[in-house]
């Protein structure tokens, strides 16, 4: 339809309430606001009133450029990037926006002018949309930020989850999950579109039927759910481009099943609906191991088949055809999660859009690219394929036809290799026969990336070797990147000042590299005081914020040394304890050590199965409790466990930091991006050579990065060899005392078992070779220590690696993705 109406009146110039950017026109809106939409005046009005009208303000602001990039990109008819995730963890949205939209300062003066605590309603009212677990959800919501930032039509796909990512609270040292009520209040930041609702099956059987000799396949479920979109806008920072991240939420198709109501069975019918609606109710939050729930897959199949059907119908409002949808879309599949889309796109061509088998899988296979996150073989997604029959029939048997077909091409080309054959089939046939989400997202692609160098090359060379060897051509590496927006300018604005004041403007913030200009003032005594001021000012906002909403008490003067992520194994934050229990014994054993008083700084969730994570956080704590309230360690050290790790925390966290620590067992953690977070904020790393840590070393220079542990081949030998973790203990007479004064039970109140499963594991298994790295990280750690009493050397040390970030924004990430896998450009919106 072409339409004839046009915005109510002409935007900016005319100083409309809802689109002004002038402070007049901002307190103007805001009043009007908290009128019409709260219904309050100024003095009964809650922090919830003001927020919401504040948020409105701002949302009505980026409407005007949503629906001018929608015009402008369906005009342009540009190739859209379609992001297919399970996860998206946004953090709060108002500073964020405010930021993007370049009117912090004057909403900062206009809420000044109408008397508001601004700082109250902008940073601490909101409630973060936690639809993540961690990395991989952060993750997209950075990328999100530099497509619109660098203006690439593209939609992010995902879930609407009623209830995200749980809060933590700890209570005598555990954690305590406790559901995460996000919409409580309202989300000011969607907009529900109730009318674009797609039918989504389960369950049934199929049946053949041949249609003027073709033989056609109809699906017959036993279940039909609604998926109704909820949209919010994603602004780019410093151009008018807002993209759209379209959210599902499941609903029942009618509120009754009308006859089991008429045949008396009214908690039967209740039940469908309940049944339906639970499909989106929770975010799963398991960080690796994989999930195995039927609910999980339903979610899965349920997003993925919406979003397909919604880009069916945008491609065919142009198209006559779908011959050509795969030149329209390019479309990422975030991990396995979303991989049955490969499936659902051949089901969708074929069964509902009568087109044949081999046209509709060279649109397929043209559409998507895979983006693989994990190497740890537990996460690699399976699903049963008696859960497969049992809930998507049709999908099963087109996965096995797209594997007949491919491992016919696999034998002709590697005659007799069977042995290979049962390696690259989609099916995995040992013992219950289970799809392989990875092989068919693999299939499926044109192109699969790792997240960093090294994840790239283990990629290739293990999990998706045979792969590598069939079609090298298809594999990428592109090294994550996080939005300079939200963890520079929003979460370190004091910072943020000064780069633009060295830098000249504030180009930075859409082109990171031109932070080298900051390398000129490194060694700058004057810059340094100022740079540690700027540190010590945001070690004082942590301290402070610490003090009014827990019982920590820190010292913004001693160094802050942080980790701050999921709590796993892998990610070794037993490795960090065992350091500061060393520390602990040697100035009990020598009070006059002279020792660089230290705070050691935790974050994280831990799933809430997973008892040992579990268990290092009550660890964590436990040790912080004696370590805090022995008066002959008299503040030298001091440990404290910040609760709830989120965005929002993780925004005071990061500017705070002196020391980052990435200190994975090399070869497990793909990437990583908080290490790129911290240091971004001036903390120097100790890391191993894991994931992007290697590249970040690379680029921040060998001298300004505190390096240790074994490498990732140096881990494959020593397990090849037969890793005896005791063997450590017994060469470690310092390391042997730490463990056994875990056993002692001083930390446990004298229970002697309390820690054991975790004591015990390091000393007979280890996993994650933490004893084999313990000495290398200790030594590692005293040259910490030491270079930190030399805070010239220090402050020029973090001016060079925040120099030096350039590499790991997210922009130059997406920019890697637009020409080397979607060959997606840019389309400039104007107001
Ligand atoms: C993370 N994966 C990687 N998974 O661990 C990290 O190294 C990487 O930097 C990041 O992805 C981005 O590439 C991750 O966060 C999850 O949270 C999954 C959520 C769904 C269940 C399985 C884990």
């Not at 983006?371 to 029939?393: M, Y």
């Not at 904020?681 to 300004?704: F, H, P």
Request: proline share 4%; glycine share 6%.
């Amino acid at each position: 339809m072409n339409t004839i109406i046009t915005p109510p009146t002409n935007p900016a110039s005319m100083d409309h309430t809802r689109t002004s950017l002038s402070k007049e026109g901002l307190k103007r809106a805001y009043v009007d606001n908290l009128f019409y939409l709260q219904g309050r005046f100024p003095e009964v009005a809650t922090p919830l009133d003001l927020y919401m009208a504040a948020a409105y303000t701002v949302r009505d602001r980026m409407l005007e450029r949503w629906i001018c990039s929608a015009r402008a990109y369906r005009d342009a008819g540009a190739r859209t990037v379609c992001y297919l995730s399970a996860e998206y963890l946004l953090g709060p949205h108002l500073a964020n926006n405010l930021i993007n939209l370049g009117i912090m300062e004057k909403a900062r003066e206009a809420g000044d002018e109408l008397g508001l605590d601004f700082d109250d309603i902008v940073v601490e009212s909101e409630e973060e949309p936690g639809l993540g677990n961690g990395g991989l959800g952060r993750l997209a919501a950075c990328y999100m930020d530099s497509l619109a930032t660098l203006q690439i039509p593209a939609i992010g796909y995902g879930i609407r989850y009623e209830f995200g990512i749980f809060d933590q609270l700890i209570q005598d040292g555990w954690q305590v999950e406790v559901s995460d009520v996000w919409l409580r209040d309202g989300n000011p930041w969607e907009l529900p579109r109730p009318k674009l609702r797609f039918g989504v099956c389960f369950g049934g059987r199929t049946e053949q039927r041949n249609d003027n000799g073709r033989m056609r396949v109809r699906w017959l479920p036993d279940l039909v759910v609604n998926g109704v979109a909820y949209d919010t806008p994603i602004l780019g920072y410093g151009v008018d481009n807002a993209n759209l991240l379209r959210l599902w939420k499941a609903e029942a198709p009618r509120s009754f099943d009308f006859q089991s109501f008429n045949t008396g069975d009214y908690y039967g019918a209740v039940q469908t609906k309940v049944d339906a609606e639970n499909i989106t109710k929770v975010l799963y939050p398991n960080d690796e191991p994989q999930a195995g729930k039927e609910l999980r897959l339903k979610q899965q199949y349920f997003f993925v088949s919406c979003s397909l059907q919604d880009m069916i119908r945008l491609y065919l409002r142009s198209h006559e055809t779908l011959d050509d949808f795969h030149l329209k879309f390019a479309a990422q599949l975030n991990d396995t999660h979303p991989a049955i889309a490969v499936a659902e796109l051949m089901r969708l061509l074929l069964d509902e859009h009568d087109m044949d088998w081999d046209p509709a899988w060279m649109i397929t296979r043209n559409t998507f690219a895979f983006t693989n996150h994990t190497l740890l073989p537990e996460a690699l997604e399976t699903w049963s394929v008696a859960l497969f029959e049992h809930l998507l029939p049709r999908h099963l048997e087109i996965i096995y036809e797209i594997n007949n077909r491919f491992l016919d091409e696999v034998r002709i080309r590697y005659l007799g290799d069977e042995a290979r054959v049962a390696r690259l089939s989609l099916i995995d046939e040992h013992g219950q026969k289970r799809v392989r989400m990875a092989h068919l997202a693999t299939v499926g692609s044109f192109a699969v990336n790792g997240v960093a160098e090294l994840h790239t090359g283990l990629l290739k060379s293990t999990v998706m070797k045979d792969f590598c060897e069939l079609w090298p051509d298809r594999f990428h590496n592109i090294t994550n990147g996080v939005t300079p927006r939200r963890f520079i300018v929003v979460s370190n604005p004091r910072l943020a000042a000064l780069m633009t004041e060295v830098c000249g403007s504030e180009e930075w913030i859409r082109n990171l590299a031109c932070l080298r200009r900051l390398e000129a003032y490194a060694g700058d005594e004057d810059f340094q005081q100022r740079w540690q001021a700027v540190k010590t000012a945001a070690k004082r906002d942590l301290a402070n914020w610490l003090a009014r909403t827990t019982d920590a008490r820190i010292d913004p003067e001693t160094l802050f040394d942080v980790q701050a992520k999921r709590i796993h194994e892998y990610k070794r934050q037993h490795l960090n304890v065992l350091h500061i229990i060393t520390l602990y014994r040697r100035l009990k054993a020598n009070p006059d050590l002279d020792l660089t008083p230290r705070t050691f700084i935790f974050g994280g969730k831990a799933a809430p199965g997973y008892h040992l994570a579990k268990l290092i956080i009550k660890l964590i704590n436990a040790v912080g409790a004696v370590i805090n309230h022995d008066p002959q360690i008299n503040g030298t050290l001091r440990v404290a466990f910040l609760p709830n790790f989120n965005v929002k925390n993780g925004q005071r966290l990061y500017p705070a930091a002196d020391l980052s620590e990435q200190i994975s067992m090399a070869g497990k953690e793909a990437s990583g991006t908080g290490n790129m977070k911290f240091s971004m904020n001036g903390a120097l790393t100790i890391g191993t050579l894991d994931g992007a840590n290697v590249e970040i070393r690379e680029e921040v220079g060998e001298d300004n990065f505190f390096l240790f542990g074994l490498t990732a081949d140096e881990v494959q030998q020593r397990l090849a060899a037969g890793y005896h973790p005791r063997e450590c203990c017994e060469g470690d007479e310092e390391l042997s005392a730490v463990l056994d004064l875990i056993d002692s039970g001083l930390f446990s109140h004298g229970d002697t078992g309390l820690f054991r499963p975790l004591t015990g594991n390091l000393r007979d298994h280890d996993p994650f070779m933490v004893l084999a790295d313990f000495r290398a990280y200790i030594d590692c750690q005293e040259a910490v220590g030491h270079a930190w009493r030399d805070r010239v050397h220090w402050n020029r040390m973090s001016i060079l690696n925040v120099a030096r970030m350039g590499k790991f924004s997210s922009d130059r990430s997406i920019q890697e993705y637009c020409n080397r896998i979607w060959k997606a450009g840019p389309v400039d919106v104007r107001l």
